[in-house]
């Protein structure tokens, strides 16, 4: 079965753990470079179709004839990353997802939580699974991984590393990070973001040399009281043989999203065997809970209780545990592929 993914593939290679064991042939491209032969169009990530950027009115309207085209010879399947933008805070891109949900003939869920809110947004007649997102196990392994600690000279030798990955989208995201880092009652805590304050728009008359200036000044305002020799921030996407060596030094894994409905870092963890601080939001609640780990609930702020369940050696035990590893088992990609897999059967069989 050829499976059209309507836009490039993303930098995030958890499609490829699927696309690895999967019996489909996935094609990825131009929306408009669709044939009829594509038995599945599945749409992973709506802004990726106009590239990130937001389309005009006439180019929906474009898309929406094509949309149709593809009905005509194809199921349409959307994969719910989010549903809607968490890279656009003014929602620009809702006309695009809300045409999506129009015409979706399938629909997969990473969790119930997602199934049971937004299942009613779509027609009648579109078919929902929940299939989990997959660990990401083609990082483990022999993976060839660089020196974190050499490319950023840093040392961190006895240090109890807090490491955040992926970018950092909203201010407050990163007051969520710090707050959690302060709480730590460590000595020899060293907190790691690569891909911070990414949401920080500097203001287009600033000459280039000033960039960096204005970065350390956002670095002050956030971080204080903190040291510099506490942290390490870095503005652009980690090449993932150095986050691989990054995340098997980590001590813990913040994931500090607030209002998203995923998160792939949360597999990034479990895939490692990391302890993690998962907040109370979306899809990851369920998971956290299936594993038995602490929630950190954003309304009740129980930060130090988190905290201290996280740093308990008898919770960190559990990683070694048979428990652990039956539950880490369900999302082996080889499994997610092939629910994928029936979840496509399904849909083309049943037209």
């Known amino acids: 079965m ?120 779509f027609s009648d007649n579109c078919q929902h699974t929940v299939i989990y997102h997959p660990l990401y196990e083609s990082l483990t392994g022999d993976y060839q991984k660089a020196d974190f600690k050499e490319r950023f000279q840093l040392n961190l030798e006895d240090k109890y590393i807090v490491s955040v990955i992926g970018a950092i989208r909203s201010d407050e995201e990163a007051k969520l990070i710090l707050k959690i880092f302060r709480k730590i009652p460590l000595k020899n805590k060293f907190l790691i973001v690569p891909n911070m304050f990414q949401f920080i728009n500097r203001p287009s008359y600033f000459p280039y040399r000033f960039r960096k200036i204005y970065k350390k000044i956002a670095e002050k305002i956030y971080c204080f009281p903190l040291r510099k020799n506490q942290y390490f921030f870095g503005y652009k996407f980690l090449d993932y043989d150095y986050m691989v060596d990054l995340v098997k030094d980590s001590s813990l894994i913040v994931i500090p999203r607030i209002r998203n409905l995923n998160s792939g870092n949360l597999y990034l963890g479990l895939t490692f065997d990391k302890p993690m601080i998962i907040p109370k939001v979306g899809n990851l609640t ?66």
């Open 2 to 121: 050829e499976v059209f993914v309507p836009h490039l593939k993303d930098r995030n290679i958890y499609l490829d753990e699927i696309i690895f064991f999967s019996d489909c042939n996935f094609i990825f491209g131009d929306f408009k470079k669709y044939k009829s032969s594509y038995e599945i169009v599945n749409i992973q990530f709506p802004e990726a179709i106009f590239n990130w950027v937001i389309p005009t009115a006439e180019e929906l309207r474009d898309f929406e004839k094509k949309i149709l085209e593809w009905k005509q010879h194809s199921k349409i399947v959307f994969t719910l990353n989010d549903i809607e933008s968490h890279y656009d805070e003014e929602n620009q891109f809702i006309d695009l997802f809300r045409l999506i949900q129009k015409h979706a003939d399938g629909v997969i869920h990473l969790g119930n939580y997602s199934l049971e809110k937004y299942a009613p947004l």
């Open 286 to 351: 369920e998971v956290a809970r299936f594993f038995d780990f602490p929630l950190l609930d954003l309304e009740k702020k129980n930060y130090d209780e988190v905290i201290k369940s996280v740093l308990d050696s008898k919770k960190t035990a559990f990683f070694t545990t048979k428990e652990y590893t039956e539950k880490k088992n369900l999302y082996q990609p080889e499994k997610i592929a092939n629910q994928y897999d029936l979840f496509f059967n399904q849909l083309t069989t049943n037209q």
